[in-house]
């Protein structure tokens, strides 16, 4: 069993930046499968970033303002986010799993989800 825990989330006005961050216990290893999804108000969750060993997968929403990395060694990985706008305003989750078989952006994917923090950007 595998624990996740965000931090990070907060308010920010269009255009900053904000990094959230998700570690895990007891451990995570370099085959585990990391993403972050999201559930704005009235919307289904959806996948914004996912890192494995075949690299990294980004929702055309988010490409170019948002990196995924993993830090193997810490048990964590980051969701590194600048140039917010007020359509980013969600619930994000941590996601990981040992081995997929579904597409990773699929949240059906995953194991171990993280409880959720908050992200708002106002305009």
């Known amino acids: 069993q595998v624990h996740l825990a965000e931090s990070g989330g907060g308010s920010v006005q269009a255009g900053g930046s904000l990094t959230l961050s998700c570690k895990a216990s007891p451990f995570t290893h370099a085959g585990y499968c990391l993403g972050w999804f999201r559930r704005a108000p009235g919307k289904q969750r959806e996948g914004v970033a996912t890192i494995d060993q075949a690299g990294t997968i980004y929702a055309d929403s988010v490409r170019g303002r948002f990196t995924i990395v993993r830090d193997d060694a810490k048990n964590s990985f980051e969701l590194r986010m600048i140039r917010l706008e007020p359509e980013d305003t969600a619930m994000y989750y941590c996601?990981?799993?040992?081995?997929?078989?579904?597409?990773?952006?699929?949240?059906?994917?995953?194991?171990?989800w993280g409880q959720g923090t908050q992200v708002t950007v106002s305009s």
């Open positions: 996601a990981a799993d040992p081995r997929l078989t579904i597409p990773p952006m699929m949240s059906g994917a995953y194991s171990y």
